[in-house]
């Protein structure tokens, strides 16, 4: 059911190279998973509503005030390649 | 005479306070303590290198006349996925080992308010992913009861350090069981408060609809002082919840008459280790004999959470973490020709095999063609889940059952079968999926090969119901002597 290839095309979409021997191996763990967690199958869930969420149901409302915010020195000096402004990355185009 | 390293927090405090112990003498003696066993046990990724100038603020401020707050000189441990400000939050990854957190964590802003010292950072599955602190990229946890078995996990640092007693009082995070698992295996108090009780401001994002911060005691009132300071609304973070913060020390000592406390079936069956559960059930009895009535209750979906959890679960990661792209912060693979084959690069070098293997399976679960048959599903069937607890609580205060299904595990024995540690989170994920409060409580000990291994029993309440579960905890542990057992001498 989930195959190699599968695997290779999800991995693209969550931007994770994955090495091609891996690949057998991820194929084998996810699809023992799937059809581990396919026993929900067994449960009729046509009328029952998605729960989304487990906190409060109310939503928080503040202003909308300018504030302080993280300076920005303190911002990049966690990027591996930056200037004194400004992340730096390969080409993007 | 008791040591301080056997000291709660409470007691701790009140010395410090009462100016009979200075707080730099607290933290010199459990620096001791792990210099002399840690290297052995890895509880700790870092001690914090400021953590005697704090000390010694406090003793300052004592010195001025001020009160430092009901945790005075405290020292606390914390999970290396909580923000302490300045310090490195590696999240046991490659990924983050050099990353320096920008903010601090709001519950450890408020327990440094009430005076706590922050002792260090403590070792974890990689970014909360896992059941026997195995995961993380710099080497595994070992139980402090049997240090051939695992401590659970993924919060086994924080857990290990609280049973081996070189803090009080350790923070945890919880996803799926990362709280109430370890303090099992340990033989210590965890708690995972409700959902959005504690701040979530300063905790590195794993499954946002499910993660809470708690503490790890040896102590019911510690862990109830604890909840208190930590808990609140926080302008940081639009989940934590405004209700206002019981006085939970309030009930410690109250007794169990007129509690009702629901046992139910389905965390009683063949799939938990015969003598564990038996283990439980006494203390199950023992607490009906000190004045609570025990009643049989159903759970009827609990053989459907752990399925539903690790769809959930690894939906939310699979876009929490992609985050670290290698771009702001964190690891960057070298060399690559463009953006697209750096975020692959740096992402296949910096995550461990499980965490890719959950980002994996919960972009599956997300993606085209996959997204009703899986996530849709198991969002439904959170609603089943979380409507089981609705009704248990018609019929009872709080639900007891084991925390694990089994005693804490050998080394390596799961490492290679992810659904079976998947499996060590039966009975308690489904709290996380329907936000309730849980904690593991101390219950006893089996021996097995000659090493006596922890017995925890979780106690599961309704939301913002943390009260009840202090109370059954104080009550339990005044019958059983609760944690007073050491692992070292």
Redesign the interface.
């Known amino acids: 059911m ?1 195959n190699p290839d ?2 290779r095309h ?10 091609s021997d891996k690949l057998p191996v ?1 194929a084998d ?2 699809a ?3 059809d ?6 067994e ?1 009729e ?1 046509d009328d ?9 149901d109310d ?2 409302f ?1 202003e909308d005030e300018p504030g302080t915010c ?1 300076d920005r020195a ?2 990049l ?5 930056h200037d004194d402004e400004q ?1 730096r ?4 185009l | 005479m008791s040591e301080i390293h056997d000291w709660s927090a409470i007691e701790i405090a009140e010395a410090v306070r009462a100016r009979k112990l200075s707080a730099v003498e607290v933290l010199r003696a459990l620096r001791a303590r792990i210099a002399e066993h840690d290297g052995e046990l890895g509880a700790f990724l870092r001690l914090n290198d400021e953590a005697e100038g704090e000390a010694l603020a406090i003793d300052a401020a004592l010195a001025e006349g001020k009160d430092p707050g009901p945790l005075a000189g405290v020292p606390i441990a914390i999970k290396d996925n909580i923000h302490v400000r300045d310090q490195i939050t590696s999240c046991g990854s490659r990924f983050l080992e050099d ?2 957190a ?2 601090e964590a709001t519950a450890v802003e408020r327990l440094r308010a009430a005076g706590a010292v922050i002792l260090g950072k403590t070792n974890l599955d990689e970014f909360a992913m896992g059941s026997s602190t195995e995961n993380s990229a710099f080497g595994p946890t070992r139980n402090p009861w049997d240090e051939d078995r695992a401590p659970g996990g993924s919060s086994g640092g924080s857990a290990a350090a609280v049973a081996a007693r070189f803090c009080p009082v350790a923070l945890g995070s919880d996803t799926g069981g990362s709280i109430r698992q370890p303090a099992a295996f340990c033989g210590v108090f965890g708690l995972k408060p409700t ?2 009780r504690v701040s979530r401001y300063g905790l590195v994002a794993f499954g946002s ?2 993660d809470q911060i708690g503490p790890f005691t040896r102590r019911a009132a510690d862990a109830a002082l604890v909840t208190r300071i930590m808990s609140g609304a926080d ?1 940081m973070d ?2 934590a ?3 206002e913060v019981d006085d939970y020390e309030a009930v410690i000592g109250q007794g169990l008459e007129g509690l009702r406390i629901g046992v139910a079936r389905e965390f009683m069956d063949d799939r938990i280790d015969p003598e564990l559960r038996s283990r439980v059930k006494e203390a199950i009895d023992a607490l009906g004999d000190a004045g609570a009535e025990i009643v049989e209750i159903d759970l009827p ?1 609990t ?2 959470a752990i ?2 959890y ?2 959930v679960a690894t939906s939310e990661a ?1 876009s929490n973490l ?1 985050r670290y ?8 693979a070298e060399q ?10 740096s ?2 070098k910096g ?1 461990g095999d499980e965490v ?2 959950r ?3 919960g ?2 679960c997300l ?1 085209a063609g996959s997204y009703d048959a ?1 996530y ?9 889940l ?1 409507r089981d607890f609705e009704r248990a609580f018609e019929r009872c205060d709080l639900v007891l059952g084991p925390t694990t299904p089994t005693l804490p595990f050998k080394l390596g024995e799961k490492t290679d079968d ?2 079976a540690m998947y499996l060590a989170d039966i009975l308690t994920a489904s709290l ?4 309730l409060p849980g904690a593991s409580l101390p219950a006893g000990f089996i021996e097995q090969d000659g090493k006596k291994l922890p017995v925890g029993l979780q106690v599961i309440a309704d939301r913002f119901r943390e009260d009840l579960i202090f109370r059954v905890a104080a009550a339990l542990e005044h019958l059983k002597g609760f944690a007073k057992e050491s692992p070292i001498s």
Not at chain 1, 77 to 81: I, K, L, M, P, S
Not at chain 2, 325 to 330: E, K, P, S, T
Not at chain 2, 376 to 384: I, N, S
Not at chain 2, 432 to 435: E, I, P, Q, S, V
């Open positions: 989930v599968e695997i999800v991995a693209h979409l969550a931007r994770i190279e994955v090495e991820y763990q996810i023992r998973i799937i581990f967690v396919s026993q929900l199958d449960l869930t029952v509503p998605v729960m989304m969420h487990a906190g409060a939503d928080v503040r993280l303190i911002a000096r966690g990027a591996a390649d992340i990355v390969p080409k993007t | 990353f320096h920008p903010f959902y959005g609809s499910l302008p639009s989940t919840a405004t209700r979906h053989k459907y399925p539903t690790y769809i699979s992609a792209d290698g771009v702001g912060y964190g690891l960057r690559a020709k463009d953006i697209l084959e750096m975020f692959k690069k992402r296949m995550f890719k293997r980002i994996i399976l972009t599956y993606s899986f849709d599903k198991a969002l439904r069937v959170r609603t089943l979380r992810p659904i996380n999926l329907a936000g």
